[in-house]
């Protein structure tokens, strides 16, 4: 009888203390969470979560964590050299945030309660970390929608406000020109300046164009099109502007009709050939060429030269905003890597491709873009 008492007293005494642990631990895990609300940044957060775990477990705890950087951070306990330690991670939604570190002394001793309570804790701390990237993400996308929306409104202001004089430079110098004997004096200096505003507004409608196709109001006019006239239109725009470069064309025999906007297309192969110009002499060969490939049910454009080409480690980066390459022709013209970003944000609009290579048969570069020949119509929803 005696026996069966202690043995009583002795069950009693220890679901007492697990449930004293318990309330300590619950109240705890209830601190931790209060101030896991109110913490200021991802450190903050990592010291709170090992102050209460430590609390917990009554032994020092540390904290290892990847900074927005990706830069590893910690918070170190007062760890004895050669410890041994179980980790913890913290899971985030997406990624392993960091790891709780207990030394393996503690780790072992842990009651079942504790270790419980434990993996409550670190999924506190996992969703407070969670929620303050989510924060920090937003800021920073928030910032950048800002800087976005203030860059193509300066951009486009600015290109505005040049689009008129410049059309009245061009248009005057070219009347000067041809009211001008070549060979005047004055006539070298006329073409210069009638050349050079030329540029600046190819410049400036480029600029227009992203701006459009940022804010999305590029709307695509699709229609079908003779893609020889489409061609020569672009041909007759650069050789007006560049007189002493020949460009040779291939185009089918049978009339190809494609659904495209004239306009949007036009300046992709301006685009294209301008900047085939600036990176060739005038030996060099151009030369655009239009095919049918009835496997794909697609039109082919390219745009060849016969320039020096471009660097392999550059090709990948060509079609990034603002990209310019490095390897230039020391008469090309400078430009600031708008054109061939907005061919390729022209192209994709039309569910079409376009890539660059340099020419396995020779010197120069080929840029080849798709279009589609059949308009998918969506289904009714």
Known sequence: MFKRMKSITAYAKQKAAEAREKEAGTKILYTLTNHLTDAA??????????????????????????????????????????????????????????????????????????????????????????????????????????????????LRSISHDLRTPLSGIIGTSEMLLNMTAEDDPRYLLMAGIHKDANWLHSLVENILSLTRLQDGKLVLNKQEEAAEEVVGAAIRHISRHYPEH???????????????????????????????????????????????????????????????????????????????????????QPGIGLGLPICDAVVKAHGGSIEAHNRSNGPGVEFIFTLPLEVKEHAAI
């Open 246 to 332: 020949e460009i040779a064309v291939s185009v089918p025999e049978e009339l190809l009709l494609v659904p495209m906007d004239a306009k949007l297309i036009r300046q992709v192969l301006i685009n294209l050939l301008d900047n085939a110009i600036k990176h060739t002499t005038l030996e060099d060969e151009i030369r655009v060429a239009v095919t049918e490939d009835t496997e794909k049910n697609c039109a082919v454009f390219s745009v060849r030269d016969g320039g020096e080409g471009i660097a392999a480690s550059e090709l990948p980066n060509i079609f990034q905003m603002f990209y310019t390459s490095r390897v230039k022709h020391s008469d090309a």
């Open 41 to 154: 940044d991802i450190r903050d957060i990592a010291g709170i979560a090992t102050n209460a775990i430590g609390k917990m477990l009554n032994s020092n705890v540390g904290c290892l964590w990847l900074d927005a950087n990706g830069k590893q951070e910690q918070i170190a306990a007062n760890f004895a050299d050669g410890m041994e330690f179980y980790d913890w991670p913290i899971n985030g939604r997406e990624t392993t945030l960091g790891i709780i570190r207990v030394p393996q002394k503690a780790a072992k001793t842990m009651s079942e309660s504790q270790t419980r309570m434990l993996h409550a804790m670190i999924e506190s701390t996992a969703l407070a970390m969670d929620r303050f990237r989510a924060i920090e993400q937003r800021i920073k996308f928030n910032e950048e929608i800002a800087q976005e929306r203030f860059r193509g409104n300066l």
